[in-house]
C-alpha cells in the first residue's frame, strides 16, 4: 500500500541540530561541483548515509525517457552486488506509485507486510540478507519540470522507524533538485559550447585549409585573423597579422587596398574579383581580390578580404597573346635569316631574355653558323660579337653542342662560376663569359619536321631571375614556331630553285629537242625537193644525208627517252628484269659499239676487264648507266682517255668509269646527281641535267649505288656503280 508522507512527530533540540547540520552539509556538498555525474552521485551517497538502506536516483531526459543516473547502499557488499548487477534504467519505475510521483511531484510512502507486497513496485537489489520493507518516492522537481525521481528503500516497514522528520527529507530533495537543475544547465551549457567550439575548429581548419586567401579586418582595418595562405602572400606569418594593419605588414604597396577597404566600409557595398599587381624583390605576380562588408545587427564591423592569386593564368595569357604575335611576325617573312632575327627582336624585347643567339648547322651537318646575336645593351652586343672567335667545335661540353647533338632542351637556372669553368674553351672565353655576366640560361633545339635545324639560346643577366620549368616550356613552343617559319622558308627556297630549274629546263629541252628535230627536216626537206626536180643525187652525198638524218634521230630519241626515264622514276614505275650479267663481256661489248663515238672525240679506251664479274641486274639499264657515262666522259673531256674497270669488292659489283678531264668542282659532287642540274661552262646548255641523275636512280633501283670521287692521283673525275653479285657460272670442262 501507499501513503503521502506522514507528518513529522515533534524532534528533541539534538535531531533538530542533527537535521541542519547534515542539510549545511549536503548543501555544501552539492554546490562544490557542477558536474553532472558528480553530482548524481552526491545525491545518493547522502541519502544512504543519513537514512535509506539502498538509494537509487531515476534522471528524465529530454524526450521523456527514464534512465537510471545514480545508486549507493548502506552496505559495501550490496553496493558491490548492485554494481555487480549491472542495473539498467528504471528497475524501480515498476507501479503506479511511481508514476504517479512523477506526475504530481508529491512524495510517496510505500509499505508491504513482506517482499512479495513490494515486487510490483520494484526488483530487489540481491544484496546478501537484504529484503526492502519500505519504499520512499520522492520527485525532484525544479518548478513544472521534473528533473527525476530519487527511490530510498528501507529494511524497516515505517517511516516512524526512520525517525525522519518530512521537512528534512522534503528539504533535502528540494536542495538536490536545485543542484540538479544547475548541474544540468551547466551540462548543457558545456554541451552548446562543446557544439560552438566543434563549429569554430571546423571553421579553423576550413580557413587554414583554404587554398584561397581569407582575412578578417575590424573598423580601424586592424587584422583580427588571418589564414595561412594569406600570410604566405604578404610574406609574414599568420599569428603576426593580428592587430596590424596592411600597411604595417606589407608596407607602401597596402595603400590602394586599404583604401578600397575604407570604401566598403563606407558604402556597405562589396568590391568583387578586382584585379591586382604586386611587383616585389623581382617578382611580378597578380592577384584577385574581393573585399565585404561584415555586420553584426545591420551594422558594419569590419571588413572581410579573400585573396586568389592569378599569376600562372595570367603570365599564360599573356603568352598566349605574345605566341599569337609572335607566330604572325614570324610567318610575315619567307626569308629564314629574318625570321631567326625576328624570334630574338621578340624574345629580348618581350624581356624573356637579356640576350639571345641563334645558332644553325651548317650544310656540312657539323659546323655551326651564328646567324643571330642580340642584346638588350650596347656593351654586351659587343661582348657577343666577341664570342663569335669561339665556336663550340663538335664533341665540345659546350650547352648548345649538347642540345644540337641530343636534341634535349637545357635549363641552367644558375650559372656559378664552377659552370662556367666546365664549359669555357679557353682562359679568354671563360674571361668573355664572365663580362657577359649570365645568371640563368635555357638552351633549346630549332627541331621541324623531326630534323634539327639549330639551337636558340637565350640568357638572364638578373641575378634576381632564374628560369624556370615554365619559362622552358615557353621558349620550347616559341621555338618550334620559329623552326616551322624557318623550314617553310627553306622549302619556299627549294621550290623556288626547283621552279627556276624547271623553267631553265623546259627552255633547254624545248632548244635541245627543237636542234635534231630542225637539222632532221631540213635533210629530209633537201632529199624530198631532189627528188620531186628528179635530180640525181650522188650515192655518197645521198650516204651523207642519210647518216646525218639518222644521228639527228638518235639524238632526238634520247631525249625523248631520257624524258620517259625521269617521269618513270617521279611515278615509281621504273621496272627492272633481272638476269645474271657478265659485267666484263658487257663493258667489252659497249666499247666496241661506241668505238666511232669515242674516236671521233678523241677518247681511247683503257679497259681492266678481263675476269668475268657476274652481277644480277637488267642488262639494258646498266648499258644505260655505263653509256651515259661514257658520254659524259666524250664531252667533258675530248681527248684524254678513259678508263673502264670491273671487280668485286665487299660483296657487290663495282664498274669504275674515270676520265681525265677537269674533274668535279669542290662542293658539287652531291648536286651533280640532281635533277636538272648542267655543267657550268661551255657545256652548260648541252645537257638536259637529267643523265647522272636516272642513272643513280636506275643504280639504287637494283640495290646497288652510283657515286664520284677525285682521283687521288691526276686530274678528272672517277665514278664508281656498285651492284648486286649474281651467281657465277661454272667454267666449261674440256672433252677427253
Request: net charge negative; glycine share 6%; charged share 25%.
Given at each position: 500500500?501507499?501513503?503521502?508522507?506522514?507528518?513529522s512527530?515533534?524532534?528533541p533540540?539534538?535531531?533538530?541540530?542533527?537535521?541542519?547540520?547534515?542539510?549545511?552539509?549536503?548543501?555544501?556538498?552539492?554546490?562544490?561541483?557542477?558536474?553532472?555525474?558528480?553530482?548524481?552521485?552526491?545525491?545518493v551517497?547522502l541519502?544512504v548515509?543519513?537514512?535509506?538502506?539502498?538509494?537509487?536516483?531515476?534522471?528524465v531526459e529530454?524526450?521523456?525517457q527514464?534512465?537510471?543516473?545514480?545508486?549507493?547502499?548502506?552496505?559495501?557488499?550490496?553496493?558491490?552486488?548492485?554494481?555487480?548487477?549491472?542495473?539498467?534504467?528504471?528497475?524501480?519505475?515498476?507501479?503506479?506509485?511511481?508514476?504517479?510521483a512523477?506526475?504530481?511531484?508529491?512524495?510517496?510512502w510505500?509499505?508491504?507486510?513482506?517482499?512479495r507486497?513490494?515486487?510490483a513496485?520494484?526488483?530487489?537489489?540481491?544484496?546478501?540478507?537484504?529484503?526492502?520493507r519500505?519504499?520512499?518516492?520522492?520527485?525532484?522537481?525544479?518548478?513544472?519540470?521534473?528533473?527525476?525521481?530519487?527511490?530510498?528503500?528501507?529494511?524497516?516497514?515505517?517511516?516512524?522507524?526512520?525517525?525522519?522528520?518530512?521537512?528534512v527529507?522534503?528539504d533535502?530533495?528540494?536542495?538536490a533538485?536545485?543542484?540538479?537543475?544547475?548541474?544540468?544547465?551547466?551540462?548543457e551549457?558545456?554541451?552548446?559550447?562543446?557544439?560552438?567550439?566543434?563549429?569554430?575548429?571546423?571553421?579553423?581548419?576550413?580557413?587554414?585549409?583554404?587554398?584561397?586567401?581569407?582575412?578578417l579586418?575590424?573598423?580601424?582595418?586592424?587584422?583580427?585573423?588571418?589564414?595561412?595562405t594569406?600570410?604566405s602572400?604578404n610574406?609574414?606569418?599568420?599569428?603576426?597579422h593580428?592587430?596590424?594593419?596592411?600597411?604595417?605588414?606589407?608596407?607602401?604597396?597596402?595603400?590602394?587596398v586599404e583604401?578600397m577597404?575604407?570604401?566598403?566600409?563606407?558604402?556597405?557595398?562589396?568590391?568583387?574579383?578586382?584585379?591586382?599587381?604586386d611587383?616585389?624583390?623581382?617578382?611580378r605576380?597578380?592577384?584577385r581580390?574581393?573585399?565585404?562588408?561584415v555586420?553584426?545587427?545591420?551594422?558594419v564591423?569590419?571588413?572581410?578580404?579573400?585573396?586568389?592569386?592569378?599569376?600562372?593564368?595570367k603570365?599564360?595569357?599573356?603568352?598566349?597573346?605574345?605566341?599569337?604575335?609572335?607566330t604572325?611576325?614570324?610567318?610575315h617573312?619567307?626569308?629564314?635569316?629574318?625570321?631567326?632575327?625576328?624570334?630574338?627582336?621578340?624574345?629580348?624585347?618581350?624581356?624573356?631574355?637579356?640576350?639571345?643567339?641563334?645558332?644553325?648547322?651548317?650544310?656540312?651537318?657539323?659546323?655551326?653558323e651564328?646567324?643571330e646575336?642580340?642584346?638588350s645593351?650596347?656593351?654586351t652586343?659587343?661582348?657577343?660579337?666577341e664570342?663569335?672567335?669561339?665556336?663550340?667545335?663538335?664533341?665540345?661540353r659546350?650547352p648548345?653542342?649538347?642540345?644540337?647533338?641530343?636534341?634535349?632542351?637545357?635549363?641552367?637556372?644558375?650559372?656559378d662560376?664552377?659552370?662556367?669553368?666546365?664549359?669555357?674553351?679557353?682562359?679568354?672565353?671563360?674571361?668573355?663569359?664572365?663580362?657577359?655576366?649570365?645568371h640563368?640560361?635555357?638552351?633549346?633545339?630549332?627541331?621541324?619536321?623531326?630534323?634539327c635545324?639549330?639551337?636558340?639560346?637565350?640568357?638572364?643577366?638578373?641575378?634576381?631571375?632564374r628560369?624556370?620549368?615554365?619559362d622552358?616550356?615557353?621558349?620550347?613552343?616559341?621555338?618550334?614556331?620559329?623552326?616551322?617559319?624557318?623550314?617553310?622558308?627553306?622549302?619556299?627556297?627549294?621550290?623556288?630553285?626547283?621552279?627556276?630549274?624547271?623553267?631553265e629546263?623546259?627552255?633547254?629541252?624545248?632548244?635541245?629537242?627543237?636542234?635534231?628535230?630542225?637539222a632532221?627536216?631540213?635533210?629530209?626537206?633537201?632529199?624530198?625537193?631532189?627528188?620531186?626536180?628528179?635530180?640525181?643525187?650522188?650515192?655518197?652525198?645521198l650516204?651523207?644525208?642519210?647518216?646525218s638524218?639518222?644521228?639527228?634521230?638518235?639524238?632526238?630519241?634520247?631525249?625523248?627517252?631520257?624524258?620517259?626515264?625521269?617521269?618513270?622514276?617521279?611515278?615509281?614505275?621504273?621496272?627492272?628484269?633481272?638476269?645474271?650479267?657478265?659485267?666484263?663481256?658487257?663493258?667489252?661489248r659497249?666499247?666496241?659499239?661506241?668505238?666511232?663515238?669515242?674516236?671521233?672525240?678523241?677518247?681511247?679506251?683503257?679497259?681492266?676487264?678481263?675476269?668475268?664479274v657476274?652481277?644480277?641486274?637488267?642488262?639494258?639499264?646498266?648499258?644505260?648507266?655505263?653509256?651515259n657515262?661514257?658520254?659524259?666522259?666524250?664531252?667533258?673531256?675530248?681527248?684524254?682517255?678513259?678508263?673502264?674497270?670491273?671487280?668485286?669488292?665487299?660483296?657487290?659489283?663495282?664498274v669504275?668509269?674515270?676520265?681525265?678531264?677537269?674533274?668535279?668542282?669542290?662542293?658539287a659532287a652531291?648536286?651533280?646527281?640532281?635533277?636538272?642540274?648542267?655543267?657550268?661552262?661551255?657545256?652548260?646548255?648541252?645537257?638536259?641535267?637529267?643523265?647522272?641523275?636516272?642513272?643513280?636512280?636506275?643504280?639504287?633501283?637494283?640495290?646497288?649505288?652510283?657515286?664520284?670521287?677525285?682521283?687521288?692521283?691526276?686530274?678528272?673525275?672517277?665514278?664508281v656503280?656498285?651492284?648486286?653479285?649474281?651467281?657465277v657460272?661454272?667454267?666449261?670442262?674440256?672433252?677427253?
Amino acid at each position: 500500500m501507499s501513503d503521502e508522507l506522514p507528518t513529522s512527530r515533534p524532534q528533541p533540540p539534538a535531531a533538530l541540530a542533527r537535521a541542519d547540520a547534515f542539510l549545511s552539509e549536503a548543501s555544501r556538498l552539492l554546490a562544490e561541483s557542477l558536474d553532472w555525474e558528480q553530482t548524481l552521485a552526491t545525491v545518493v551517497r547522502l541519502a544512504v548515509r543519513e537514512w535509506a538502506d539502498v538509494a537509487l536516483l531515476d534522471v528524465v531526459e529530454d524526450g521523456g525517457q527514464v534512465s537510471l543516473g545514480a545508486f549507493a547502499t548502506r552496505i559495501p557488499a550490496w553496493q558491490r552486488a548492485l554494481e555487480q548487477q549491472q542495473l539498467r534504467p528504471g528497475p524501480w519505475s515498476r507501479g503506479v506509485d511511481w508514476e504517479r510521483a512523477l506526475e504530481d511531484g508529491g512524495a510517496r510512502w510505500v509499505t508491504a507486510p513482506d517482499a512479495r507486497g513490494l515486487t510490483a513496485h520494484a526488483e530487489p537489489p540481491g544484496g546478501p540478507g537484504f529484503t526492502p520493507r519500505a519504499l520512499l518516492l520522492l520527485p525532484l522537481c525544479k518548478g513544472p519540470r521534473r528533473l527525476g525521481l530519487l527511490t530510498l528503500a528501507f529494511a524497516r516497514p515505517s517511516m516512524e522507524d526512520a525517525a525522519t522528520p518530512r521537512e528534512v527529507v522534503e528539504d533535502f530533495a528540494h536542495r538536490a533538485a536545485l543542484a540538479l537543475a544547475n548541474a544540468l544547465q551547466y551540462r548543457e551549457a558545456q554541451a552548446r559550447l562543446r557544439q560552438q567550439d566543434a563549429r569554430f575548429a571546423s571553421m579553423r581548419a576550413f580557413l587554414d585549409a583554404a587554398p584561397v586567401g581569407m582575412a578578417l579586418f575590424d573598423r580601424d582595418l586592424r587584422c583580427v585573423r588571418a589564414n595561412p595562405t594569406m600570410a604566405s602572400y604578404n610574406r609574414t606569418p599568420a599569428e603576426a597579422h593580428t592587430g596590424r594593419t596592411l600597411s604595417e605588414l606589407v608596407g607602401s604597396r597596402a595603400r590602394p587596398v586599404e583604401a578600397m577597404m575604407r570604401e566598403v566600409l563606407h558604402t556597405g557595398m562589396p568590391a568583387v574579383d578586382q584585379l591586382l599587381t604586386d611587383a616585389h624583390d623581382g617578382e611580378r605576380r597578380s592577384f584577385r581580390v574581393t573585399h565585404f562588408p561584415v555586420t553584426a545587427d545591420g551594422t558594419v564591423t569590419g571588413v572581410g578580404t579573400t585573396v586568389t592569386e592569378v599569376t600562372e593564368q595570367k603570365v599564360e595569357e599573356e603568352r598566349l597573346r605574345f605566341l599569337a604575335e609572335a607566330t604572325a611576325r614570324l610567318s610575315h617573312s619567307l626569308d629564314w635569316r629574318t625570321t631567326l632575327r625576328t624570334a630574338a627582336q621578340l624574345l629580348v624585347g618581350g624581356k624573356l631574355a637579356d640576350y639571345c643567339t641563334v645558332d644553325v648547322l651548317a650544310d656540312d651537318g657539323q659546323g655551326l653558323e651564328r646567324v643571330e646575336a642580340l642584346a638588350s645593351d650596347a656593351a654586351t652586343q659587343r661582348l657577343l660579337q666577341e664570342a663569335l672567335r669561339f665556336p663550340p667545335p663538335p664533341g665540345s661540353r659546350s650547352p648548345i653542342r649538347h642540345v644540337l647533338e641530343t636534341g634535349r632542351p637545357l635549363l641552367a637556372a644558375h650559372i656559378d662560376p664552377a659552370w662556367r669553368d666546365a664549359l669555357s674553351l679557353s682562359p679568354a672565353h671563360r674571361e668573355l663569359m664572365e663580362a657577359l655576366g649570365g645568371h640563368s640560361a635555357m638552351f633549346v633545339p630549332l627541331v621541324a619536321r623531326g630534323r634539327c635545324l639549330g639551337v636558340l639560346s637565350v640568357v638572364s643577366q638578373d641575378a634576381n631571375r632564374r628560369y624556370q620549368d615554365r619559362d622552358m616550356d615557353f621558349l620550347e613552343d616559341l621555338a618550334s614556331r620559329t623552326a616551322l617559319a624557318v623550314d617553310n622558308a627553306w622549302l619556299y627556297r627549294e621550290a623556288s630553285r626547283a621552279v627556276a630549274a624547271r623553267d631553265e629546263f623546259v627552255a633547254i629541252a624545248t632548244h635541245e629537242l627543237r636542234t635534231p628535230l630542225s637539222a632532221l627536216q631540213l635533210q629530209l626537206a633537201s632529199l624530198l625537193r631532189a627528188v620531186d626536180q628528179g635530180l640525181p643525187l650522188e650515192p655518197e652525198r645521198l650516204r651523207q644525208s642519210l647518216a646525218s638524218t639518222q644521228r639527228q634521230a638518235e639524238r632526238l630519241s634520247h631525249l625523248v627517252t631520257h624524258l620517259f626515264e625521269v617521269a618513270r622514276i617521279s611515278t615509281g614505275r621504273l621496272s627492272l628484269e633481272r638476269e645474271d650479267v657478265d659485267l666484263s663481256a658487257l663493258v667489252h661489248r659497249l666499247v666496241s659499239r661506241l668505238e666511232e663515238a669515242l674516236a671521233t672525240a678523241g677518247c681511247a679506251p683503257v679497259l681492266h676487264a678481263n675476269t668475268p664479274v657476274v652481277a644480277h641486274v637488267d642488262r639494258l639499264r646498266v648499258e644505260q648507266v655505263l653509256m651515259n657515262l661514257l658520254s659524259n666522259a666524250m664531252k667533258y673531256a675530248p681527248g684524254q682517255p678513259v678508263e673502264l674497270s670491273v671487280d668485286v669488292e665487299d660483296g657487290a659489283a663495282l664498274v669504275t668509269v674515270r676520265d681525265w678531264g677537269a674533274g668535279i668542282p669542290t662542293g658539287a659532287a652531291p648536286r651533280i646527281f640532281e635533277r636538272f642540274e648542267r655543267a657550268t661552262g661551255e657545256h652548260a646548255r648541252a645537257s638536259l641535267g637529267l643523265g647522272l641523275y636516272i642513272s643513280r636512280q636506275i643504280a639504287r633501283a637494283h640495290g646497288g649505288e652510283l657515286t664520284v670521287e677525285t682521283p687521288s692521283r691526276g686530274p678528272g673525275a672517277r665514278f664508281v656503280l656498285r651492284l648486286p653479285l649474281g651467281e657465277v657460272p661454272p667454267a666449261p670442262t674440256s672433252s677427253p
